[in-house]
């Protein structure tokens, strides 16, 4: 079922729509004021049209860094359908002083109420991302997510259309934003009346008004799980891109592309749809639960489309003079179209990095303290933002062309993703195994839900193919332990790959009883601590497609360490590259490319009742084979 199915639920409607409206006002204002200064030259302080359009973006998001803090705090300590509630009615006044600026085209006052728009979003954003996982379940989680990125960067396509279409209409349509962006401020604040009433996550926590000493707390709790604050720096990473680009946006269509006030609108709205088409993609791709795997493919695709960006705009030949360009004119030149696929795939794949980060932060937080943890992303989201603010008033300073700081922002993406997946190998493992059930395969899973959500369990599956394992990394949610040949772990790229999924060497009693020790142990080891191990009970790949017996060794694991067993078949890989079909396995590169297989996983077997052979008929059972014969003399593993 699509996750569109989420906007008739009155678990999540009212708080779409109060997100859409709040985005489409900032939008809507900030895109009205952009244009205005960089088609009206306006200036302040002695700083040029061009300065005061990139230190916009600086503008709204330095609340971010100032006041989250003190928002994540009550998010946590107070109901947050009220803390929406009162941040509606804030919006409304501001919105009021917005019309006071447009009348009197008082640009000090209208960059006041972007500081003001900013801490309004500022106070809106840990309560929003906070409440979703308390609305919606793990199913429908990514699915949320990705709903709310699409309202998000729709609202800014259709703020930005109608802030351009308002502004060419002249001084008598500026005249009257004020009362469209309060009169859009008083329908999110109807809306918000809906959200469904929860009770705080933390009634009891303290309240610091200094924001100093809660803003390193938050940072702190941040940092209290690895791999959340992982994923804060690495969405950090992507709002210093996204800001980068959104800043550029103007000036590149209307100095680079020769573009009018409407090329300026396509161009920034072509971007949104963008995100918002890889944000709804994300949902299918990742099969409704959270896809890491999705995030590297996002990185590579935004250095790749932004390189040929900046070519694209050193290409595009623009009017010396004359008047701007129209959106036909700009359509109809040699590379326009060129361009704006270039946006829109870096937009795309935008959506593919963003979605799965954020789905994981929420899922990884405590209830307890997920405002805070958000909070501490939107601090270091805000400081990234700040930066890339400050940086491209530097290169513009410097003279450096906007096609120049595209290429620097490709490469900078690049050598930030190799460190990345160099140091948490994790996400290019997700990224494999993505690639493996998707291009390589076409993966489908049958009962999912029968891999415990939580809790030591172990995984036993029949093995076909040197990727077996792969496979199952994508079949499960949760990171798994996977128990793996000693010498086939050795292999370099194998070796890179599971370095951080804590792979278990293994070998036969007979050649290295001490490794095989070993390997009990730490098998034991990782079920103490509540993770879940996979393993391929026949102890070696099939050589005829057939299931072989199974080995005593899980009746020993279950033995020091009762835990559930979830049986698990392997189906239609028999045949394909990985398998050893012909013999030896790799042969033929294209022999059953892009085939079908499944994952059949089955009903958990309790420890009291679990034998290899039990476990073997199971397995049978799921993939439609025959049972093997249990061996005459077991093998020690």
Known sequence: MSQLHLLGERRFWPLFWTQFLGAFNDNLFKNALVILVAYRSMTLLGLGSKTIVVACAGIFIFPFFLFSATAGQLADRFPKWRLIRWVKIWEIGVMALAGVGFATSNLALLLTVLFMMGMQSTFFGPAKYAILPELLDDDTLVGGNALVAMATFLAILVGT???????????????RLGLMVVMVAIAGYVTSLFIKKLPAANPDLAFKLNPVTPTIEILRVARGVHSVFLSILAISWFWFLGAS??????????????GGETVVTLCLGTFCVGIGTGSMLCERFSRRHLELGLVPLGSIGISLFAVDLAFSGWRFSAPLEGPFLSVAGFLGAPGGLHVLFDLFMIAVFSGFYTVPLMTFIQQRSAASERSRVIAGNNILNALLMVLSSLMLVAMLAADVSIPGIFLTLALLNAAVAIYIYTVIPEFLLRFAAWCLSNILYRLRMEHPENIPTEGAAVLAANHVTFVDWLLMASASTR??????????????????????????????GRDHPEVLELAYDRIAEELEAGEVVCIFPEGGITSDGRLSPFRPGIERIVARTPVPVVPVALVGLWGSFFSRISGRAMRRPFRRFWSRVEIRIGEAIEPGQLTAQTLAERVASLGGWDVPEPPETPREN
């Open 161 to 175: 259309i109608t802030g351009g279409l308002v502004v060419s209409g002249g001084e008598r349509w500026v005249s």
């Open 479 to 508: 990171p798994v332990r996977f128990v793996m040949d000693h010498e086939f772990s050795r292999l370099p790229l194998i070796r890179f790959l599971a370095r951080n999924a804590k792979v278990i060497p293994i070998a036969s």
């Open 245 to 258: 680009f959104l800043s550029l946006l103007p000036n590149f269509s209307k100095d680079v592309l020769g």
